[in-house]
């Protein structure tokens, strides 16, 4: 049985910021391995700028929405990794993720009712966010780990589409 997805990956993020390119170091590490271990159809890979209405673009008629988002969490911990989902938590809290951008993003798609089917996002704490390029080194050692999780995140969705299938099939 095939499984018809409609994935969103969006990285939000400026790398010329140091450690604010995080989110797209992970989406070049996923387009790296995609040659490999292609993605599934239907899987969508952007880059955005934190605007609520392209974020809402990006996610438009997705199933699945995974945002990677540089995190400002005060105190700061660099390198700790924040996943959230729509379904169990609010995605800004204060102090950690933008409330310009993402949750401002859903505040918006949630009043038109355009929001992804299920969303997640990763945030993680930077060190350096001056002017310039390349990631601190607790920053650096998270992105392969964020790969696997939205892997991981995709697996979990293809499944239960998968099981839901199977479910409305039987007599």
Do not use: F, K
């Amino acid at each position: 049985m095939t499984v018809s997805t409609r994935i969103a990956i969006i990285a939000i993020g400026d790398p010329d910021r140091h450690d604010d390119g995080v989110p797209r170091a992970v989406l070049s590490r996923l387009r790296e391995r995609a040659a490999e271990r292609p993605l599934p159809p239907g899987t969508r890979l952007a880059e955005c700028d934190p605007d609520p209405a392209r974020l809402i673009r990006l996610w438009e008629n997705a199933e699945l929405a995974v945002v990677l988002e540089p995190a400002h969490a005060r105190p700061s911990h660099p390198g700790r990794i924040y996943r959230l989902e729509l379904d169990t938590a609010a995605l800004w809290r204060a102090g950690t993720m933008r409330s310009h951008g993402l949750g401002e993003a859903v505040d918006v798609g949630r009043a038109l009712g355009w929001l992804p089917a299920r969303l997640v996002a990763y945030a993680v704490d930077g060190a350096d966010t001056s002017l310039g390029q390349g990631l601190s080194e607790p920053v650096a050692a998270t992105v392969g780990h964020l790969v696997t999780c939205v892997e991981a995140e995709i697996t979990r969705h293809r499944a239960a589409v998968a099981q839901d299938l199977t479910h409305r099939s039987r007599p």
